[in-house]
């Protein structure tokens, strides 16, 4: 089976404050864009385990990928002791806030269902993404939403209206988890407008400008 994993921006962004699991209480709207990995997932009935393969030599592996784990989750969930193969090519950028990792592993869970037959709903799917990753189950959704708590409670929505966007990616990346652990000490630069956006109709705040 082969699948496209999209790439998503976050269109506005309010951190709430900081939660006791060390992760930080959000809300923020998010919408996929036609950027994608591409995945490609095998049965395999003659082999157990998860095979994992990449055009990217700097993608972690093993446990360390969300995509293995996905699959491991999913492995468990369902009691199944046969095997996979999963080929990625990968094309979003790391380290962009694009959720490359958890656009693969959603897109895992998703060709799995379909492979074994297990026919779970999107919202147990969903609910068995939360423990791979907080943007997880926003992609099992497929569809713009405005993501709660720390990105896992997914309410999907409509955009008013397509949106075209230009991505910039810098040379360096910016880690998520160091993006987050900075943003309590941070200070707002002189001569900058740190004001409400107004885009498409809508009014947009990034707490992590």
């Not at 962004?13 to 095998?42: N, V």
């Not at 950028?93 to 379909?114: F, K, Q, V, W, Y």
Request: proline letters at 5%; charged letters at 25%; glycine letters at 8%.
């Amino acid at each position: 089976m082969q699948l496209l994993a999209p790439a998503k921006i976050n269109l506005s962004l309010k951190i709430l404050g900081p939660r006791s699991d060390e992760f930080h209480e959000i809300e923020t709207l998010i919408a996929p864009i036609s950027l994608y990995d591409e995945l490609k997932i095998e049965r395999r009935t003659s082999k157990q385990g998860i095979e994992f393969r990449c055009n990217d030599p700097s993608v972690p592996q093993g446990d360390d990928n969300l995509a293995v784990r996905a699959a491991r989750a999913f492995f468990k969930k369902m009691k199944i002791k046969s095997g996979v193969l999963i080929e990625l090519k990968k094309k979003i950028p790391h380290g962009a806030g694009l959720g490359g990792g958890s656009s693969d592993a959603a897109s895992t869970l998703m060709a799995l269902n379909e492979l074994f037959e297990a026919k779970l709903t999107r919202e147990a799917l969903a609910k068995m993404a939360e423990g791979i990753g907080s943007d997880v189950s926003f992609f099992i959704f497929q569809s713009a939403a405005i993501c709660r708590g720390r990105g896992e409670l997914v309410s999907p929505i409509k955009l008013r209206k397509q949106l075209f966007v230009l991505l910039l990616k810098p040379q360096f990346g910016v880690p998520t988890a160091w993006a987050y652990q900075r943003w309590r000490g941070a200070r707002e630069i002189p001569g900058v407008s740190y004001a409400a956006q107004e885009f498409v109709g809508q009014t947009f705040v990034n707490d992590l400008e």
